[in-house]
């Protein structure tokens, strides 16, 4: 299983919406792919973390960094793949789809 689908398959476990899949390859020389998810409280984003900190390692992935771990933007850097976990609100303050509009994407939920 691909690191994108492990994610996305950690994203559908805890329910997360308005899932947003953007292909960075000609963006950025640092990872391939930016995920943008929304959940609906800080203790879903807590739970989703967990899951993806589980799966990967067990699908032979690693994450680099996690940033935010407690807050309404958590940010997983898993190498290629860049996770971004907003709650309802703080997905809307920051607006991050029209920071990213020309880039090409695909939404999954």
């Not at 691909?2 to 997360?16: D, M, P, R, T, W």
């Not at 953007?22 to 792919?33: N, R």
């Not at 930016?34 to 992935?61: F, H, K, P, W």
């Not at 960094?65 to 958590?74: A, T, Y």
Request: include cysteine; charge should be negative.
């Amino acid at each position: 299983m691909s690191l994108e689908e492990v994610l996305l398959n950690c994203l559908g476990h805890v329910n997360a919406k308005d899932i947003i899949v953007y292909d960075m390859s000609e963006k950025s020389p640092f990872y391939e792919k930016m995920i943008l998810a929304s959940v609906d409280s800080l203790r879903q984003a807590t739970a989703v973390v967990s899951y993806i900190e589980d799966e990967t390692a067990q699908n032979g992935y690693s994450i680099r960094n996690i940033e935010g771990r407690d807050s309404s933007w958590v940010l997983v850097d898993c190498n290629d793949v860049i996770v971004s976990i907003f709650t309802n609100e703080e997905r809307m303050h920051f607006a991050l789809e029209k920071i990213y509009m020309d880039i090409p994407s695909r939404k999954i939920n």
